[in-house]
């Protein structure tokens, strides 16, 4: 599964669009042949991952009220009407985020979205490789379908340097079992401008949320009427 986002840059995401219905038979870690994941209304998706999904950074001008920072794990539950639970922190790295979902409940779904801390630690790509399938082998075999979400290409000065991490999650994505959303630079291009920080907007996290939610489908809990 690889999504463009370029023909839909500019168009409003619905917070609580239409979810397909899905049979409790079909819950679990396999995707479908649309690479759709069955989740059970009472289930609960796991999102993981560094500045681009994580809670906007705090601001240098404390107002007051304080505005709610944009959460990608947020627009992911409106968008779905499913828990979330939200994994994110800012300049995360995969294996610092991996340890931190490892020790929490599977959930149903893990989203996981690495590579800007990444490349900001100089973590090489084998190891980002390496520490990808691993964390996707365990999220399986709890139980827990997975989609991966690559970061697109910004104007930031580092954003050459986190493509190797882009090309890693395309292609553990196929071998792997996993869904893959790319997101292309027109994602950052029409939502972020030229800013000087990978934090995102409300609008963007909204994007990726409703495009993350096309794939899911609910389904009542076994035996429930």
Same mark, same amino acid.
């Given at each position: 599964?690889?999504?463009?986002? !370029?023909?839909? =840059?500019?168009?409003?995401? *619905?917070?609580? #669009?239409?979810?397909? @219905?899905? $049979?409790? %038979? &079909? ?26 999904? !994580?809670?906007? =950074?705090?601001?240098?001008? *404390?107002?007051? #009220?304080?505005?709610? @920072?944009? $959460?990608? %794990? &947020? ?29 929490? =409940? ?14 900001? %630690? ?30 697109? =290409? ?72």
């Amino acid at each position: 599964m690889s999504t463009s986002l !370029a023909a839909c =840059a500019h168009s409003r995401t *619905p917070l609580a #669009p239409s979810l397909q @219905p899905g $049979s409790a %038979a &079909d819950v679990g870690p396999r995707l479908d042949n649309y690479s759709r994941v069955t989740i059970p209304r009472d289930g609960s998706i796991v999102v993981a991952g560094d500045d681009f999904v !994580a809670s906007g =950074a705090s601001d240098p001008k *404390p107002r007051k #009220p304080a505005p709610k @920072p944009a $959460s990608f %794990a &947020d627009a992911l539950a409106d968008a779905t009407r499913l828990k979330v639970v939200d994994q994110t922190r800012p300049g995360d790295t995969l294996a610092a985020g991996a340890a931190r979902v490892s020790a929490g =409940a599977p959930g149903d779904l893990l989203v996981i979205c690495f590579g800007y801390g990444d490349t900001a %630690a100089k973590t090489t790509p084998a190891a980002f490789q390496s520490g990808l399938e691993q964390m996707i082998r365990q999220a399986h075999k709890r139980g827990a379908a997975v989609y991966l979400v690559t970061e697109p =290409a910004t104007v930031l000065k580092d954003s050459a340097a986190s493509e190797p991490f882009r090309a890693v999650i395309r292609l553990i994505g196929a071998a792997q079992g996993a869904g893959v959303i790319d997101t292309p630079p027109a994602l950052a291009t029409a939502l972020l401008g030229p800013s000087k920080t990978r934090t995102q907007p409300l609008a963007a996290v909204r994007l990726i949320a409703g495009l993350v939610s096309q794939y899911i489908r609910v389904a009542s809990p076994a035996g429930a009427s």
